[in-house]
Each structure stands twice: as C-alpha cells, then as structure tokens.
C-alpha cells in the first residue's frame, strides 16, 4: 500500500502540472509576483513541508498545484518509521489530499479547505494520555475534514503558511502491552472526532 501511494503521488505530481499547460511566459514565473500575485499569471506549483509536523520526527513532504483562479490541490504525505529506547515508538505513514478555496487569488491569503486522509499507525509508550504510555495500538484509519488557513508571500519563489482543521476519522486497531512482542488484548473500531490537520509549513514555487 506504501508503494502504491507514492506511485499515486508521483503521478499527480507530473500529470496535473502537465495538464495545466506545458510551457509559462515570463509573466508566469515567480519572479512575476511579489506583495500581490495576478490571479491568472501567478504561481501554478509548489511544494512544501510542515515543520510541526517535522517537530515529532516525522519527514513529509507536500505538492500544491493550481486548479483555477481560486483553487488549488494540496497533497500532503508523512513517514515517520523510528522506534526509540524502550520500545517507544510513533511509527505512521499518512497521506491527505484537499481543495483549497482561496477569498482573492491563490497562493495569497486566506483561505478555506476540505481534505481526506488514509494511513497506517503503529504507536505505544508516548503521549500524554496514560493509554498511549501503557500500551501499543497498531491499525490503519480514514477520514475527512475541513481547514482553515492563511499564507503570506516571503519572496518570489518562498512563501509561508498556516493552517488548521478539524474532522473525523475511522480507525481499526489491534492493542498489545507495552512490552516488545506481547500478546493482543483487544481489537476494535474507534470513531475519532477533533483536530485532523495543523501546520506550519514553508512553500518553494517551481513555477
């Protein structure tokens, strides 16, 4: 499934910027914009990182491309595979697409979203609640959610953001003690209502 998501990824990173034209003018480029960006020349694609989400050791890495004048589709993909002392691990990998709907021009401002998200979780020893601390759950969820954000212009190619959300996800989980290799305990559903999105994330513009 890891494998299939990252083909998908780097499927839409090639075909959605390809079906948005091959070629840019100069007015295109992101040396065409700085405070305010034409609705129709500005940027087309960027690709971006979460820097909270790098503050609990996980790599991700996001796509953005421009659909019209006022949306985009972001795609945003986490791997964290580290297990520390003690068996304490926050392994996941994760994968969130959405549309952005922008209230002036895209790439600048504010701006309302809707996203799902699917992956695969395997965490036990950390977190504040006691649950967490005492056991180990391993399973896999989906779900949706909707955001809200706002990105300022740094430069002509930088660009930085913030953005929070709220949803719900699915999840299926098998729970084991703490311990390396204990038995299972109880498997189940849970339905999860909150925060499903929360970002800092800085933005470079390929075009």
């Not at 953005?64 to 004048?69: K, M, T």
Request: glycine share 12%.
């Amino acid at each position: 499934m890891v494998r299939r998501t990252i083909s998908i990824l780097l499927v839409l990173a090639w075909a959605v910027p390809a079906a948005l034209g091959q070629g840019i003018s100069p007015a295109d480029s992101p040396e065409a914009f700085s405070g305010s960006r034409p609705a129709l020349t500005g940027p087309k694609f960027a690709v971006k990182s979460n820097a909270l989400y790098w503050a609990s050791a996980t790599p991700n890495l996001g796509l953005e491309v421009a659909l019209g004048r006022r949306t985009t589709l972001d795609i945003v993909g986490g791997w964290n595979p580290f297990t520390w002392s003690d068996n304490k691990k926050w392994k996941h990998w994760l994968v969130q697409p959405g549309i952005r709907f922008w209230t002036c021009e895209r790439f600048n401002g504010h701006f309302v979203g809707a996203h799902l998200h699917g992956g695969e979780f395997n965490v036990g020893g950390v977190g504040p609640l006691r649950t967490l601390k005492d056991n180990r759950y391993e399973g896999w969820f989906y779900g949706a959610g909707v955001s809200y954000g706002h990105q300022w212009i740094l430069s002509s190619r930088w660009s930085f953001e913030l953005e929070a959300g709220v949803g719900y996800a699915r999840m299926r989980y098998d729970k084991y003690p703490c311990e390396k290799c204990g038995p299972r305990v109880k498997s189940g559903y849970y339905n999860y209502f909150g925060p499903t999105k929360l970002s800092a994330t800085f933005m470079f513009f390929l075009w």
